[in-house]
């Protein structure tokens, strides 16, 4: 949703879509680490690439005027 939002030009929307995914993301992570303490690599619902994606956007899109 926050892709298609950003190509349509609604910066705003794709902020807080992207800034729900990441959200949604680290609270799954955290629970994550709680319910696996001794795994050292976390599984990830959304991916590596996709979360570090998510939060490179809402860095560049919240310096845009």
């Known amino acids: ?3 298609v939002a950003e190509r349509l030009g609604k910066t705003e ?9 990441v959200r949604i993301e680290d ?4 629970q994550f680490r709680r319910m696996y303490p001794a795994r050292k690599e976390i599984v990830s619902r959304l991916g590596e690439k996709e ?3 998510a939060r490179e956007r809402i860095a ?6």
């Open 1 to 3: 949703m926050a892709q």
């Open 13 to 21: 929307a794709a902020l807080d879509y992207y800034a729900r995914t």
């Open 27 to 30: 609270s799954y992570r955290e």
């Open 51 to 53: 979360y570090r994606l």
């Open 60 to 65: 560049e899109l919240s310096q845009r005027p």
